[in-house]
């Protein structure tokens, strides 16, 4: 009787060096985080003041996501604007906003209107006036930043 446990524990043994990292590998979960690179660099720590509260706001993954290529795109299609006011520029956000996220977004992340109009405010002040080109490249900055930190 021994020496039939030791066969089938020998057996055990060979089979599971041939056989063992598979059966572990299919057994095992992973939590697989898929790490999303939009290409933009690391914002300026003026910038990252500033924005990097986004992250705790935002807390759903796929929101996370599509808000921060919703803010890449607005930056990069406002770098080829003119000239606009703030009230033209908070017009154009908003409608894009509701055409790229329709209703997905409303009342999810209380905060979120408020922060951003408050990064954008800290850059052009309340009085209304056309956007200066170094207040445009500010926002600019600041919509990446958004967006380097939901990725990041």
Not at 55 to 84: K, Q
């Amino acid at each position: 009787m021994n020496n039939a446990l030791f066969r089938l524990a020998g057996v055990a043994i060979i089979l599971f060096g041939i056989f063992g990292k598979n059966v572990l590998e299919t057994l095992t979960v992973l939590n697989e985080v898929e790490v999303v690179n939009l290409g933009l660099s690391q914002p300026s720590e003026n910038v990252s003041s500033a924005v990097s509260k986004v992250a705790d706001i935002v807390t759903v993954d796929e929101d996370r996501l599509s808000i921060a290529i919703f803010n890449m795109v607005c930056a990069d299609r406002m770098a080829n604007w003119s000239s606009f006011n703030q009230q033209e520029f908070n017009d154009i956000y908003v409608s894009a906003a509701k055409n790229f996220f329709g209703d997905s977004m409303r009342g999810k992340y209380e905060m979120l209107d408020e922060f951003l109009v408050e990064a954008i405010m800290e850059v052009t002040g309340e009085e209304l006036h056309s956007i200066t080109a170094v207040e445009k490249q500010e926002i600019i900055n600041r919509l990446n930043g958004i967006a380097w930190f939901l990725t990041n």
